[in-house]
């Protein structure tokens, strides 16, 4: 949802989250139009990048892979965004997808880590780093290319369908390859899939 709305209603809604905090309240960005509206919106887009209001604790839903990370980043940042860019040509990948992927994994924080010890932008687990080459996991460039070729390897595996790749990348591929080539059983898993597929499209 997006509407664009008076600026001084921007101001009204941080001082109505400020005072009340207790309240669940959901994630707002604003923006600037190209005609030069002030733009309010429950989602980032190129006319709503800054997070004006973040979801309380009582509102927020973790990324699936849990990471942790110490603030949300609603506009990506443009280095990321080249590096993204090149891992997808090199891997014959569609940029959108690591996007999709990255957001929910790890909300483009390079030093997220999660509980089960993944880590950094597409949250690579020790095995998995070290099976793709990767010294430094929080580095970006390696994260994010050792995350393009294992999503490029599971693609192959499972033919090109997307969502048992994304439910292999989660959960490991041969627990996908157990629940005889569907999305395994897994509460985490059965959650990842759809939301990096909404994202995606």
């Not at 998995?128 to 393009?148: C, M, Q, W, Y």
Request: contains cysteine; proline residues 6%; charged residues 20%.
């Amino acid at each position: 949802m997006k509407i664009k709305i008076p600026p001084f209603f921007i101001l009204s809604c941080w001082v109505a989250a400020s005072i009340a905090p207790g309240i669940a309240y959901a994630q707002i960005y604003s923006g600037t139009s190209a005609a030069g509206t002030v733009v309010l919106s429950n989602f980032s887009s190129p006319e709503a990048r800054v997070l004006l209001i973040a979801p309380s604790r009582g509102g927020y839903e973790a990324p699936a892979s849990t990471a942790v990370a110490s603030k949300s980043i609603s506009a990506i940042p443009s280095a990321f965004k080249e590096m993204i860019e090149d891992a997808a040509r090199q891997h014959d990948l569609d940029p959108n997808l690591l996007h999709a992927m990255i957001k929910v994994e790890s909300g483009y924080n390079p030093q997220a880590l999660s509980a089960k010890g993944a880590r950094g932008l597409m949250q690579l687990m020790p095995d998995t780093a070290r099976r793709f080459g990767v010294s430094d996991a929080f580095n970006p460039k390696e994260n994010i290319r050792a995350g393009a070729e294992y999503v490029q390897w599971l693609l192959k595996l499972f033919q090109g369908d997307v969502e048992l790749a994304l439910a292999g990348y989660n959960a490991g591929e041969q627990a996908v390859i157990r629940a005889g080539y569907r999305i395994p059983n897994y509460g985490e898993t059965q959650k990842y899939v759809p939301k990096v597929m909404a994202h995606y499209k």
